[in-house]
């Protein structure tokens, strides 16, 4: 049984160690950074990723593994396309993405935590939330949608959930993703000028935009309280999207240890040839797709 085995510094470290975050793999100085990676050298690295993916979704059905991966961060810092990359090659049956939205009259008079304990995952599955139960330690936290009381109960409390969960047999691997607050400023301009984002840019990404110190500190009093032995924070430096997401697809598959499943390699059986039937004339007179390009 192994973990990915990389094939450079970026890949992660040795088999089955656990680095606590800072540890390895110290931020780079800004001055320092490397330059952006290359779209060639990028495709390339992902797809050799994404094989490894595929070998470990069906390590995690063999095996009945139950792997929750949660991704929080700052706005723009890369959530959405890290998370696309994981699961853009693998099944959306075994690879799960939560994105809940916010929540409802019922769910805000519910414990906090439990519009989340439904989509934990059972065996053989591995669920990626898209933001989480953090929500109250960030964007709650900092644009006063919760008192200061219950930030202070959920920061006591989730270590503890999170303990259970992990007695439970669940993989709890959680990422933070950080981006520079320049290059924020240039995600989010883009996404006012860009027709193809304007979407993404929200009336909350604009106030929290001038709240950066405020959100600076929501995150260190969250890792002080949560960063733990037992499902500790990794953070991953996201100003070039590409290096990023390479670097938590391999961290990931460092973390939990897998080998390949063997099966038959399949082969097409022979068609059952009809040399009586045009089944392409039969579609004549149906309505076809204007063939533009």
């Known amino acids: 049984m192994r973990a990915h085995d990389g094939r450079n510094a970026t890949h992660g470290t040795s088999h089955g160690t656990k680095t606590r975050s800072g ?5 780079r100085a800004d001055s320092e950074a490397a330059a952006p990676l290359k779209r060639k050298l990028y495709e ?10 595929v070998k470990l979704q069906r390590w995690v059905v063999h095996q009945g593994l139950k792997v929750c991966i949660v991704f929080e961060g700052r706005d723009t810092a890369g959530k959405g396309g890290t998370i696309k990359a994981i699961t853009e090659r693998v099944s959306p049956r075994i690879f799960r993405v939560v994105a809940l939205p916010a929540p409802s009259k019922r769910e805000r008079s519910q414990m906090y935590i439990q519009r989340y304990v439904p989509h934990l995952p059972a065996a053989g599955e591995v669920v990626i939330f898209d933001r989480s139960w953090y ?14 009381a219950q930030v202070q109960q959920f920061l006591q409390a989730v270590p503890l959930v999170e303990k259970a969960m992990v007695d439970s047999g669940i993989i709890l691997i ?19 000028h860009d027709g193809r984002k304007t979407w993404k840019l ?71 040839l009809d040399d009586e039937y045009d089944d392409w004339s039969t579609l004549k007179d149906r309505q076809f797709v204007p063939e533009q390009f």
């Open 202 to 272: 929200s009336p909350m990404d604009l106030k929290s935009y001038s709240r950066w110190y405020d959100y600076s500190r929501a995150r260190d009093a969250m890792f002080m309280a949560t960063d733990t032995l037992f499902a500790p924070w990794h953070v991953a430096r996201t100003d070039d999207k590409r290096r990023g997401r390479l670097n938590c697809i391999s961290h990931l598959l460092s973390l939990i240890r897998y080998e390949p499943v063997e099966r038959e390699k399949p082969r097409l059986p022979d068609r059952i």
């Open 135 to 148: 929500n109250r330690a960030g964007v709650e936290r900092v644009m006063g949608f919760c008192e200061e």
């Open 23 to 27: 540890d390895k793999g110290r931020h």
């Open 174 to 192: 959680k990422y933070w993703l950080e981006v520079s607050s320049d290059e924020q400023t240039r995600r989010l301009e883009s996404r006012i």
């Open 44 to 53: 390339r690295e992902l797809k050799q990723l994404h094989v490894e993916l």
